[in-house]
């Protein structure tokens, strides 16, 4: 028989699982104030100082983006304004790990199971990603 892995950890409550994507949401925000401010200062105001420090966002959002069932490239969207709004999203998803309290996309179905007991009722758990050798 083997172990449930649902008994190691319960799912983060909505005040700690805020506090953890306010956390990550600033990892992504302090980063960006500082970049663009060294630049507007080296530089001047200008396109360069508006694009530039949107690589630090956009790359975060880039490597989370499929712990959250989105695509590496959405953060593209970062270039037209509502990177900021999906970042968000995926860090209130990211929060929650392994638990997942949204439908997975087709793809990520294999490594999904849906949690039926009362205290884990609504949930998918995500195991990872069995490597195949070729």
């Not at 087709?106 to 070729?134: C, D, F, I, N, Q």
């Amino acid at each position: 028989m083997s172990v449930d892995p649902l008994a190691a950890r319960a799912p983060l409550v909505r005040r700690a699982r805020t506090c953890v994507a306010a956390v990550i949401v600033l990892a992504a925000i302090v980063p960006y104030l500082l970049v663009r401010e060294l630049v507007e200062t080296r530089f001047g105001a200008g396109p360069m100082a508006d694009l530039t420090p949107l690589v630090v966002p956009a790359v975060l959002t880039a490597w989370l983006a499929p712990y959250a069932s989105y695509r590496r490239r959405d953060a593209l969207l970062w270039l037209v304004g509502v990177g900021g709004l999906v970042f968000v999203v995926i860090a209130w998803r990211v929060a929650f790990a392994p638990y997942r309290d949204w439908r997975p996309r087709p793809e990520e179905v294999p490594r999904m199971h849906w949690l039926k007991g009362p205290e884990h009722a609504g949930l998918w758990y995500a195991t990872k990603a069995e490597r195949t050798s070729a």
